[in-house]
């Protein structure tokens, strides 16, 4: 089954990344533009045959290689 | 408002970095996955009031700046 995992910075933490494309757009124009902050995003396919299992095993991955719990936190949804 | 875009490689090009974490997660364990996709993922907070305003103008901002429409397609959700 399917799995998107969604990593972004915890609130706290600063972006500095975001912050250079919010700098960006407002220079090209999009005065309109009030933050950006940027994360990643997973799509996994993993050989399970329940949502259960598929949400379990991809916080699982998310927690051990795809996000630093210390900065970042992140978001499973099954598809 | 505000907005979340993402972005992924379209399904024909090849991605290195998930083919890398694929091959990481196996060798830790993982037997279970069978493919991973590694896109960009960004929450914009705009000066907009409505919906429709919000989402056309990630999609624009989407299709200058944060994606490269000859390899990578985007998807905009309002929130």
Chains 1, 2 share one sequence.
Do not use: C, H, W
Not at 15 to 21: L, M, N, S, V
Not at 46 to 64: F, G, H, Q
């Amino acid at each position: 089954m399917k799995a998107r995992v969604y990593v972004t910075l915890k609130p706290s933490v600063f972006d500095p990344q975001g912050k250079t494309i919010t700098d960006a757009l407002q220079s090209i124009g999009y005065a309109g533009v009030e933050d950006v902050r940027q994360g990643k995003y997973f799509e996994l396919e993993l050989a399970t045959t329940t949502p259960e299992a598929t949400r379990s095993m991809a916080a699982d991955i998310a927690d051990k290689l795809l996000a630093n719990p210390v900065i970042e936190s992140y978001r499973v949804e099954v598809v």
